[in-house]
Structures are given as C-alpha cells and as structure tokens.
C-alpha cells in the first residue's frame, strides 16, 4: 500500500483520520513487541514500515488539527439549536441543566433585583444602596481563590446573554486591566491581612560524623500586615438611564469596574504605601534592582533584553519562577524593533504572530508602569506568588440624587467602591529594571 501524503487525507473526515492514526498505532506496536520492545531495534522491511507510519502519523495529526476546532463548533452550534427550539418556558441555559438558572449575576442584575430599585420604580425614590459580593464587578466565571491564577482578563465577562437583556456594546477606550490577574488572588472580611514572613538564618544541615552531635536549623518568623484600603469612584448619569436598563448596564458594567480596576492597577506598580495607597512592586523595599542606558540599548538592541534576563535571574534567586514582565507599550517598543548587526530582529520580525513574550515570559503592557527615561524604574519581573490580590467579600454600590446640584439638575450618582490589600510575601520574588538616559 503506498505511504499515505498530505494530499491524499485533505479530504478525510475526522472520524477517518482517527480511524486511519488508530491503525498506524496498532501496528507500529506490533512492530515494536516483534522487536524486542524497542522500535529503535526494527531493521529491514520492519524499519522502513515504521519510519513510513511516523511520516503518515505527522500527516494524518496535522489533518485531525484542522478537524477538531471544526468538530467543537459544531457540536457548540448543535447545542445552540437545542436551546433555540426548546418550547416556550422550557429553554435551557446552554452549558447548565435545563432546570438550573446560572448562579453568576453581575452589578446590574443586583440593583435591578433590589429592593431600593423597586422601590424607585413604584414611588419614584432615587436614593438607595446595593451591597453585593465583589465577583458581581469582577466576574465570578473567572475568579479562582487562594493561590489560583485568573484565567483571562474578567473584564471580559458578562452574565449569559439568556439570562439578562441585551446591553449596549460600549466602546473601551481605556487601558485595558491586567495586572491583578498576574498575581494570587484570595479574600478577606479584615481591616488588615496579617500573614508571616519566614526568614531561613542557617539551614543547619551537615555531614555528621557517627555520636556527633546533628546540626540544628534556625528559621525565625518576622509579623507583617498589609491594610486593606478603599479604592471609590462616582460616576454622574442622567435620571433616564435608570430607566434604560441596558444602557445602565453598559454604564455599570463598562465604565464603574473600569475605573476602579484602573486604579487598582496604578497601585499595584507604583502605590507608595502611604495610607490610603498600596504599596506597589515599583516601591516595596528588598526586591532584586538591575539597570541599563538607553542610549546603549540604542547601539546594542541586546543590553537591555540582558538587564530584564538578570532580573528574572533575580527572581529565581528567591526559589520563585519569574511568571511576568511588565512595562509600558513604549519601553517594550525598544525590544521589539532592536535588530542585531544584519538588520535582523532580535525578538522576532514583523511576521510574527504570537503574544508577547521575552524569554519565554509573558509581556504584560500597562501604561501605569514609568516611561523609559533618565532614573526611571521602567520595568518590573515577577512571580505570582510573590504577592496576593486580597479583596473584601462585598462591593458597595449606591444611587443617589443629593449629591452636590444633582438633586436639581435632575442627574444621579453612582458610586462604586472596592476595598483591597495587597501583602507583598517574597519582595525578592520581584525585580526592577531602571532606566537612565
């Protein structure tokens, strides 16, 4: 039988190319337990017959790969049929039981179920306040508590569209919100997160000799707190947009959280620990400190991609894995376009169409971070056990028309506030890259 080519599968189905790899596997077990168990021993016919299976394995593998995503979007739309001519009362929630209603509300599913809400609608009082559990601005989907890194950006999430009336896409015209998710995340119903920080003085291990006496360890405990600080914003709306429930939910949904979770990035970099701020990684004393001249980085595109490599060298100097590199557009733009000698690009050309990555760690961009310039901490390389998110369980949100001239003017206040901390565990777990000119 003539060994299978990449034009002869372009047109099999995936259940053929499974059933076709099945085969190829089968025998190429044959071939091994005839040869001792080791295929590496197969000579002759059984050789040639194996190295042929491997090459029809690669053709048939690269086909079941453009098959697959195929076969997960159909069974997607076949699920999206059901759901669609389900009888009237009857239609489930895709991915959920028929019978289950999705736990996950967002902001505006808690105020328009509150009682201050309805209360407005039957008497016309616009003054209330919603207490509800953070995940409903922050997106339950995606949360993972005590250690657990967030998968994606939360900011993308939003109740299942069966479950809620269609909102009004808006436009983001913000810095998108991604360092949170870059670090542990955990909760908290304190004023303060008291944790310890383990100091190693000796190790104490050794060779002993037999009847000596063993040698002893010594590891001391040093107390730190982190306080838990309230981050708010106001938003003013017109008295209308409470009646408009889908714009409200854009308003909510899509500025409020924003605002907040922009704040919450700037204070992770750079807070400078005086109440009410954070502290940030850009301030926090004993992490690792690397530098390098932009002006020699300008006639060697290699410096300062070397400086960020010590800096995760640093990193795994505290026995963490560096996990993320975080910088502005700008700065990260100096590695980006650094070519080498023959013009070529050192990180990867044009073409190049994976994420952003510098020695095969994630490149997170905020423009929080310092631009590069003279004495400027720029760059930042951490683990994401070194520190840890820590929210309080409930975020406050509240409708109001007595602020200020609102009341006459006929315009109502939102206001959102979250209440974190952010402990610092292992400082050594994060490095600085400054810049000079």
């Avoid at 690269?62 to 009888?87: C, F, M, Q, T």
């Avoid at 970099?269 to 850009?282: E, H, Q, R, V, Y």
């Avoid at 590069?372 to 520190?387: L, S």
Wanted: hydrophobic residues 45%.
């Amino acid at each position: 039988m003539p060994e299978l080519l990449k034009e002869d599968v372009k047109d099999f189905s995936l259940a053929k190319v499974r059933e076709e790899m099945k085969s190829r596997h089968s025998r190429l077990e044959e071939i091994r337990t005839q040869n001792q168990g080791d295929l590496t021993k197969a000579e002759g016919d059984h050789g040639k017959e194996a190295a042929a299976a491997f090459r029809e394995l690669n053709v048939l593998g690269e086909r079941h790969d453009e098959l697959a995503p195929i076969e997960v979007g159909e069974s997607k739309l076949a699920s999206l049929g059901e759901w669609l001519n389900a009888p009237a009362g009857e239609i489930p929630v895709p991915g959920t039981k028929a019978d289950e209603k999705p736990a996950f509300k967002d902001a505006t599913d808690f105020i328009l179920e509150s009682a201050g809400y309805k209360r407005y609608k039957e008497t016309g009082e616009r003054n209330f306040s919603v207490e509800m559990p953070f995940e409903a601005l922050y997106g339950a989907k995606d949360f993972k508590l005590l250690g657990e890194l967030v998968a994606g950006n939360v900011t993308d999430q939003f109740a299942p569209q069966a479950v809620r009336l269609p909102g009004v896409t808006v436009p983001v015209l913000f810095q998108q919100n991604n360092m949170a998710p870059t670090f542990l995340q955990g909760t908290t119903d304190q004023n303060a997160i008291p944790y310890m920080v383990e100091t190693v003085t000796s190790e104490g291990a050794a060779e002993t000799a037999e009847a000596a006496t063993k040698p002893e360890a010594d590891i001391s405990f040093v107390e730190a707190s982190s306080p838990v600080q309230n981050i708010a914003v106001t938003l003013p709306v017109t008295n209308q947009l409470l009646e408009d429930v889908g714009f409200m939910r854009a308003y909510v949904e899509g500025r409020l959280r924003i605002f907040v979770e922009n704040r919450l990035d700037r204070q992770l970099i750079s807070g400078d620990g005086i109440a009410p701020n954070l502290t940030g990684i850009l301030t926090v004393g004993g992490v690792g400190v690397e530098s390098f001249s932009l002006a020699a980085h300008a006639a060697d595109g290699t410096v300062g991609i070397d400086s960020i490599y010590r800096a995760m060298a640093d990193v795994r100097g505290a026995f963490l894995d560096p996990s993320s590199v975080g910088m502005r557009a700008a700065t990260w733009t100096l590695f980006q376009l650094a070519k080498d000698a023959n013009s070529n690009y050192i990180l990867g050309g044009p073409g190049q169409t994976a994420a952003p990555r510098v020695w095969g760690v994630p490149v997170i961009q905020n423009e929080r971070f310092p631009a590069a310039a003279a004495a400027a901490e720029a760059i930042a390389v951490w683990a994401r056990e070194a520190a840890m998110v820590v929210r309080r369980n409930a975020i406050s949100l509240a409708v109001s028309d007595s602020h200020a001239s609102t009341f006459t003017a006929n315009v109502l206040t939102f206001r959102a506030e979250q209440r974190v901390a952010f402990p610092i565990f292992r400082p050594a777990g994060i490095s600085v890259v400054t810049t000079a000119a």
